[in-house]
């Protein structure tokens, strides 16, 4: 799999918009972008995937430049509950199970 | 409720003991995977079953025997541990298309100690 790079940490505020970038530079050409999240004590929980462009859904949306060697994962409006551990994961081969999560981004969102 | 569940939630061994781990998925997927996540490090994949069979083992010590019984099951069997191998250890199953990365439900985990 593709060897992504994230922030280490991160601050936010309420209500802020909260913008991660992952890059991911060795990307192959049928991979996809994977990001999860996780909460103290818990497995990771999947947030949104996708190829290119823009990927929106309830929770995040995921932007992806047209060369696909970075991405970033938006949270509109974080609440405190959105403090966590997030994870991009990149990969999509056929047949390949390593799935490499890495160090994360820990959010922390502020009141 | 992600459909993975894993018993029990906590455990504390002796390094002498023998224990498992069991986690089971009510998602009809084909895959089950082990992870370890130790305190303040990435998870770590341990094993992955593929329609009961073993197709990743990531060099893991002996001491971990996974079993997957069915496509629905999967035990990690525990023996003579180490007190470094205390971490919350994570069931996950996906559905295994094998054509592009597969989303993976996690379990809640179990929290290991080995005194």
């Known amino acids: 799999l593709a060897k992504t790079t994230q922030p280490i940490s991160m601050d936010s505020y309420e209500g802020q918009e909260v913008n991660i970038t992952c890059s991911h530079n060795n990307i192959a050409t049928n991979d996809y972008i994977t990001w999860y999240q996780q909460f103290p004590s818990q497995g990771p929980r999947f947030i949104i995937q996708g190829y290119k462009t823009k990927v929106t859904n309830e929770v995040a949306s995921l932007f992806i430049p047209a060369d696909r060697k970075s991405s970033t994962l938006s949270l509109p409006r974080v609440s405190l509950s959105d403090t966590a551990v997030y994870y991009c994961?990149?990969?999509?081969?056929?047949?390949?199970?390593?799935?490499?999560f890495g160090t994360g981004t820990r959010l922390k969102v502020l009141a | 409720e992600t459909g993975v569940t894993q018993t029990p939630r906590h455990l504390v061994m002796g390094m002498t003991n023998k224990k498992s781990l069991k986690c089971e998925q009510h998602?009809?997927?084909?895959?089950m995977y082990w992870y370890k996540q130790s305190a303040k490090k990435p998870l770590e994949l341990m094993f992955v079953y593929s329609l009961e069979e073993r197709v990743e083992n990531n060099s893991v010590p002996s001491r971990f025997s996974p079993e997957c019984p069915n496509s629905s099951h999967l035990f990690l069997h525990l023996h003579t541990l180490q007190p470094e191998d205390s971490a919350l250890y994570l069931c996950?199953?996906?559905?295994?298309?094998?054509?592009?990365?597969?989303?993976?439900?996690f379990g809640p985990g179990t929290r290991l100690t080995v005194l």
């Open positions: 998602l009809g997927h084909n895959a």
């Open positions: 996950a199953s996906s559905q295994d298309r094998l054509t592009r990365l597969d989303t993976q439900y």
């Open positions: 994961l990149v990969g999509g081969t056929s047949g390949t199970y390593k799935y490499i």
